[in-house]
């Protein structure tokens, strides 16, 4: 990952709609009506292949209107988050009062700024673009977020200002993992616990931890490093001053690990905001466990492990290969656990598969269900090889790779996992027609 990239601007300029032409999917709500989006919304983009974090962000007002203070906030930490800051602007008006405004506050920066002149739809409204360059800044570059005119020329510049990636400062055979969790559930108890001795802050109060802590250790000759992330809080309070970095933090440190670590608070139903933070996980295609903390004091009579496991999966089943274990950080009891099935699912991440025994078990399971029909035609599976880890990835080769659902892509993985060891590893799979 390279970096990050703020978009920012006054209210109603086509932000949000340039954010989902960059990302390539409709994360952020889009509509006339100004103010919108009024907290940053993270997505992930590659161009050239180079991958970096987008945040979109709500427009910036500085005169008294509804929401105006806490979206200002929010651009504003955005921007302190960025290594590159693109400021869109209304190709079609002339620079408003709002649009130096919001130049004042980005010109503090010493970050690389390019100004993304929007809604320049044909070449009539090109030159419309050269106005901007009176706001003081060198790259102004004409847009249009509805059609996807000149993004990639915007996309460009944007690579072209990034920071060189960052190198993993730890040797190849280090296990990384982060401890991932709303707050208060006992992350930074459980990461003392781990490495035996009070390295990070710990406190009943919600958010104590407010950036990724980086902690070293070995147990039984090998290394580890175990990251605590600040908690991450519901939408509406996530993104309150005093959190300006935990949740990207939270990211860069899911993305920068080989296994993530959900906590559960055993005590607590399981919740939408757990399953949302289980999802940033899940989406960045690491290994997984889920840890259920505070089982010293969870009534034996009202749950059991078992009763608790089946319920995490139900609710949660797009987790249904991460091991679900039980322990108290603050007793110190099963910590032991974790550290096994962490040095287990990290084995099963990196697993390898010879061809012929995978090809073996593939074809046996088309054989015991065929693919189905499409447009009268079968669906044929001839040949597979594992071209990669961390997530182990395989490439299946078939006679047509835009029309095999999805289910059955599920039923593929379900007999790998049956023959093979990946607990707490995801599987993936990229399909390709045979020549």
């Known amino acids: 990952m390279r970096g990050v990239v703020a978009i920012v601007g006054r209210p109603n300029v086509g932000k949000s709609s340039l954010f989902n032409r960059i990302i390539g999917e409709r994360l952020s709500i889009t509509d006339d009506a100004s103010g919108i989006t009024r907290d940053r919304i993270y997505g992930k983009a590659s161009w050239l292949n180079q991958e970096f974090r987008v945040i979109d962000t709500g427009g910036i007002i500085l005169k008294d209107e509804p929401f105006s203070k806490e979206i200002r906030a929010q651009a504003t930490l955005a921007i302190d988050e960025a290594d590159v800051i693109v400021m869109v602007v209304d190709a079609r008006a002339s620079i408003t009062d709002e649009d130096r405004d919001v130049i004042k506050i980005l010109h503090k920066s010493t970050k690389p700024l390019i100004i993304a002149a929007n809604k320049v739809d044909d070449g009539s409204f090109k030159d419309y673009i050269y106005d901007f360059y009176a706001l003081g800044c060198d790259e102004v570059v004409g847009v249009s977020a509805l059609h996807g005119v000149g993004v990639g020329d915007l996309l460009d510049k944007i690579v072209e200002n990034l920071p060189p990636e960052r ?46 802590i980086d902690t070293m250790f070995t147990w039984h000759s090998k290394k580890f490093v175990v990251v605590d992330t600040a908690g991450i809080r519901k939408q509406g309070k996530i993104y309150e001053n005093a959190e300006k970095y935990s949740v990207l933090r939270a990211m860069q440190a899911i993305e920068r690990c080989d296994i993530a670590v959900l906590i559960l608070d055993g005590t607590q139903e399981l919740s939408e905001q757990d399953k949302r933070i289980a999802g940033f996980a899940r989406e960045t295609n690491r290994a997984m466990i889920i840890a259920v903390n505070k089982w010293d004091i969870v009534p034996k009579t009202d749950k059991t492990m078992k009763e608790m496991t089946e319920k995490i999966k139900v ?105 093979f060891e990946f607990s707490g590893s995801p599987i993936k799979f990229t399909l390709r027609k045979n020549e």
């Open 315 to 419: 609710q949660m089943p797009f987790l249904d290969f991460a091991p679900v274990i039980f322990l108290s950080a603050i007793k110190k009891e099963r910590v032991h656990i974790l550290i096994e099935e962490v040095e287990k699912v990290y084995d099963n991440f990196n697993r390898r598969v010879q061809t012929s025994v995978l090809n073996d078990v593939l074809l046996d399971a088309v054989l015991l269900n065929q693919p189905p029909l499409f447009n009268g035609n079968r669906l044929r599976l001839t040949y597979a090889t594992q071209d990669d880890v961390m997530p182990p990835s395989f490439v299946l080769f078939v006679n047509d790779e835009k029309h095999m659902h999805f289910s059955y892509l599920r039923y593929l993985e379900n007999q790998l996992r049956n023959s």
């Open 167 to 212: 190198k993993d400062p730890y040797d190849s055979d280090v296990i990384k993992f982060c401890l991932i969790g709303q707050p208060n559930v006992g992350k930074s108890t459980l990461s003392n616990a781990i490495v035996g001795e009070e390295r990070t802050i710990v406190s009943n109060i919600p958010g104590t931890t407010r950036d990724a």
